[in-house]
């Protein structure tokens, strides 16, 4: 698929797409489960409807479901007598929701669930994301020496990519599309996107369109897909028909991280009233969920007051508050753009020390340490940043999406 190819308008989805067609599975399980969590019940009946509720949130991006998933599940744990399905079901939500805490005190309490390869693998994402990164990777290849689980084969690629092995990543997310069923293909079109998002990584954004176009073919209608295919498009400097698509999207899908990446390619076309009023609305939809309790956007709002209303003591506040739930390389960066734009270039080249000490290998990442040290005085160091950058892709461009 060539980058005009994206590029070109798509006609409205329609009804009989492969997203469309799921859904409709879904809401009839959901349909034929009412009542299940009344008793007298079940544990294949209860167990089928709240992953179905399950289900429908994580498809159609909806947060605010996905939140209103969990008191469902506790019913269903008090409801039937061997519910470690349902433990495993609420540890995947909260690690949704970046609660990582609660990950690991569901798993630790439940050995059914801490035990089994989907357990295992969730612990291996947990590690990862708190900057346990070889305790992650060893973990992984527990799992798939035991049981070769695709998902364990994708986070242990996922790992390659990050730590400058996108060969050996390559082959292992190929591995993880080879121990699927023909029916999980909305999982091979995951996969395909994350293959995509690694070549986009090195500037190949044709292999990477094509990537996105095996994905579309495999699983159609995924909002997904389309807003991969709109930060490519925004990448190869299409911003219009960028534009045109992220507006399509948030027509379909509430996510307020939608809202600032249309005001930042807005921005980029010179356009400030209409970027402020997206900027206003993804702030809202931030805060709304964080008075909720939430912590899933917290990193989001770190970058949001670095990148869109700029606010270097509020993007410090909430960078740290970030660094507090999971320090990894993603949140000691972030804390360190923050402490840049706050005016403090000394502590924000000790945080970006700590985020490349991580041994990750990113071109973004070098590319925020470059401008870091730059800020600190410490002009070896960000030659040296921008010039790594330039060779892990030479192509990187203005927009970013965090992924």
């Known amino acids: ?76 744990i008090g409801l039937i007598t061997h519910p470690g399905d349902l433990h495993l079901l609420k540890a995947r939500l909260a690690f949704h929701l970046h609660r990582l805490a609660d990950v690991g005190r569901i798993l630790e309490a439940v050995a059914p669930a801490r035990t089994c390869p989907e357990g295992q693998t969730l612990l291996a994402d947990l590690d990862f994301q708190q900057g346990r990164y070889a ?71 044709d292999e990477t369109a094509a990537h996105y176009a095996r994905a579309e073919r495999a699983y159609s209608g995924w909002w997904v897909a389309d807003e991969h295919c709109a930060e490519l498009l925004a990448v190869a400097g299409d911003l219009e028909a960028a534009t045109e698509l992220y507006e399509r999207l948030i027509s379909q899908v509430s996510r307020p991280e939608l809202q600032q990446l249309l005001g930042q390619l807005h921005v980029l076309m010179e356009r400030p009233g209409r970027a402020r009023s997206r900027f206003v609305q993804a702030r809202a939809g931030y805060l709304d ?4 309790g939430g912590v899933h956007y917290i990193h989001h709002l770190a970058d949001f007051y670095c990148e869109a209303i700029a606010n270097g003591a509020r993007a410090v506040e909430w960078a740290r508050r970030d660094v507090a739930l999971r320090e990894n390389f993603i949140t000691q960066a972030a804390l360190a753009w923050a402490l840049m ?15 490349l000490a991580s041994g990750v290998q990113d071109a973004h990442l070098f590319a925020q340490a470059a401008a870091v040290y730059g800020a600190a005085g410490e002009a070896e160091k960000a030659a040296s940043c921008l010039d790594r950058s330039r060779q892990f892709n030479p192509r990187l461009s203005r927009f970013h999406v965090h992924r």
């Not at 009542?35 to 159609?60: K, N």
């Not at 969920?289 to 909720?292: A, I, T």
């Open 289 to 292: 969920s964080v008075r909720r």
């Open 1 to 76: 698929m060539s980058l005009a190819a994206a590029a070109a308008p798509r006609a409205a989805a329609p009804p009989a797409t492969d997203f469309a067609r799921e859904l409709r599975r879904i809401d009839a399980r959901i349909a034929a489960g009412e009542g299940a969590l009344a008793p007298p019940t079940d544990t294949e009946r209860v167990t089928t409807y709240v992953d179905a509720l399950y289900r429908r949130a994580l498809l159609t991006g909806d947060l605010d479901a996905l939140e209103r998933v969990e008191p469902a599940i506790d019913r269903g």
């Open 135 to 205: 305790a992650a990777a060893a973990r992984y290849e527990a799992v798939i020496a035991k049981d070769r689980h695709w998902g364990a084969l994708a986070g242990l690629a996922y790992h390659h990519f990050k730590m400058g092995d996108p060969a050996h990543a390559d082959r292992l997310y190929a591995e993880a599309e080879d121990e699927l069923t023909a029916k999980e293909m909305r999982a091979f079109a995951w996969l395909e996107l994350q293959r995509g998002v690694l070549d986009l990584a090195h500037g190949r954004r």
């Open 341 to 355: 734009r706050g005016g403090a270039p000394a502590e924000a080249a000790e945080w970006m020390d700590r985020a």
